[in-house]
């Protein structure tokens, strides 16, 4: 349709305007043309292409023109690294009204990234309670529910009626995470059950909040893996779960917006891992040094030069085989780079099952099972397929087809059972599955191959 428009053309066009006035110095216009049909998430999007094209001091002084609830809300949406540089470059006082009006979550996050200096001056001019709220959230570990929770939640008593518990939610609703579910503790601010808005709005004024509420909840511990917290969201479709410390008492909740971040910072955590980065940086590509990018990759790329070696050993001690029967060499290749891609297919899924709780380490014996009898439908198709290139095409005797398809048939059997173990005896023994992925099964794959195939040669060929 011509009169349609894609959101990224849009963009385009707003952020090609915005930058003209900027370096024309027209900051009054290019504030109106950003409060002109643009949500805070649009806006911080925006401010950060602003940053990369222009420098972060043009777009703080664009920043400080924004009215002061929308720059709050744009701020907790910019990237870590920028809300460090607009703090840095913004007034105590500019500074210490964000810190006010933000989620309670968010605030937790930005101080965690700030200097030591900036979180001290913060903390001075903060209300005592709310300093020891916040030294405990900054001292909870990370990658816990603890750091991730947010205190900011609807706590109901069970005596209140239905409609004491309304006129609450009412007076407190602006300032809470959430308001669809809430919370009944008791008098030592023990979790006792939950309550849906739902059931409060459509039960009867004079009943009792303890007599609707569900006291067979769900909840997590403050100190629990965050990548748990996430599998509890995955299987209960929760939009919000308490957290608790070892005394079942409510110290806060967890809302699904900030399990999304989680499950997709685990996802590249993982994706990175398979790919051999040891990466504990959460910054863009563009925004980390040279340096960083190299450290995060050699340790990976040292262990797979290390297994080269040895494979480059391993063929050196058949050099006699090799010699006698050159043609062996030319199918080398082929043999490793297919016993790497099928022990990776296996691990791959197999990582796959585990994450998302389909599989568990004691599910070994029934892997393995499945693993061969894949293999061997596999490796009987590859297989066959290279025999009938190797003696029609190639021209070569049917006994170094013979080696070759059954070398084929024993590599691809051991590189997918190996993948599909490897993983698992990783989650068992505490390490990161993801770790044992493409570069760690490709490396011993090779190995198994070089050697598989040339003492097969040396069998059939009676070299």
């Known amino acids: 349709m011509e009169n349609e428009r894609t959101f990224d053309e849009t963009f385009d066009e707003v952020l090609s305007a915005l930058l003209a006035l900027i370096q024309q110095k027209k900051y009054k216009e290019a504030r109106d043309l950003l409060l002109t049909g643009h949500n805070g998430a649009d806006v911080a999007e925006l401010m950060e292409s602003i940053v990369d094209e222009e420098g972060i001091e043009r777009a703080i002084i664009l920043f400080r023109m924004l009215p ?7 701020f907790a949406y910019m990237p870590i690294d920028d809300q460090v540089n607009i703090i840095n470059g913004i007034t105590d006082k500019e500074v210490r009204f964000i810190m006010d009006e933000m989620d309670f979550d968010d605030m937790i996050d930005v101080m965690e990234e700030l200097p030591a200096n900036l979180v001290d ?7 005592k309670e709310e300093r020891k709220l916040i030294n405990t959230f900054l001292n909870y570990p990370d990658d816990c529910a603890g750091s991730i929770m947010t205190p900011d939640y609807i706590s109901l008593r069970r005596d209140m009626t239905v409609a004491e518990a309304l006129s609450y939610i009412k007076k407190v609703g602006m300032d809470s995470e959430t308001v669809y579910t809430c ?3 008791d008098t030592g601010r023990k979790l006792i059950g939950i309550i849906s808005l739902r059931t409060l709005v459509v039960s009867e004024n004079d009943l009792l ?4 509420m569900h006291d067979d909840y769900i909840f997590v511990n403050v100190y629990d893996d965050q990548e748990e917290v996430s599998e509890v969201f995955k299987k209960y479709d929760f939009l919000a779960i308490p957290v608790v410390d070892k005394e079942q008492r409510l110290v806060g909740i967890i809302t699904v917006d900030d399990i999304l971040d989680v499950i997709e910072e ?4 993982d994706f990175e891992r398979m790919a051999g980065i040891l990466d504990d940086s959460d910054r863009k590509y563009l925004d980390m040094s040279v340096f960083h990018h190299a450290k995060s990759r050699l340790p990976w790329l040292i262990f797979l030069m290390i297994s080269s070696m040895i494979t480059g050993v391993i063929i050196t001690q058949f050099e006699a085989v090799l010699s006698k029967v050159i043609v062996l060499v030319s199918y080398l290749p082929m043999l490793m780079g297919t016993g790497g891609n099928t022990g990776s297919q296996a691990a791959t899924l197999i990582i796959r099952g585990m994450t998302v709780g389909d599989l568990e380490p004691s599910d070994a014996a029934k892997v393995l099972w499945k693993e061969f009898r894949i293999s061997m439908l596999i490796g009987v198709v590859l297989g066959s397929i290279n025999f009938a290139k190797i ?3 190639d021209g ?9 398809c059954l070398s084929m048939l024993l590599i691809v059997a051991f590189a997918k059972m190996i993948g599909g173990l490897v993983p698992m005896v990783a989650k068992r023994i505490g390490i990161d599955p993801a770790l044992m992925a493409n570069p760690m099964i490709s490396s011993v794959t090779d190995m198994i191959s070089v050697l598989t195939y040339f003492l097969l040669a040396t069998m059939l060929l009676g070299l």
């Open 68 to 74: 002061k609830d929308l720059s709050v809300e744009v």
């Open 183 to 185: 919370y009944v503790k």
């Open 396 to 404: 070569e005797r049917v006994l170094i087809a013979l080696t070759v």
């Open 209 to 212: 909040v303890g007599d609707l």
């Open 121 to 127: 001056k913060i903390l001075e001019k903060t209300p």
């Open 266 to 269: 685990e996802a590249t955590e």
């Open 391 to 393: 003696v029609l095409i």
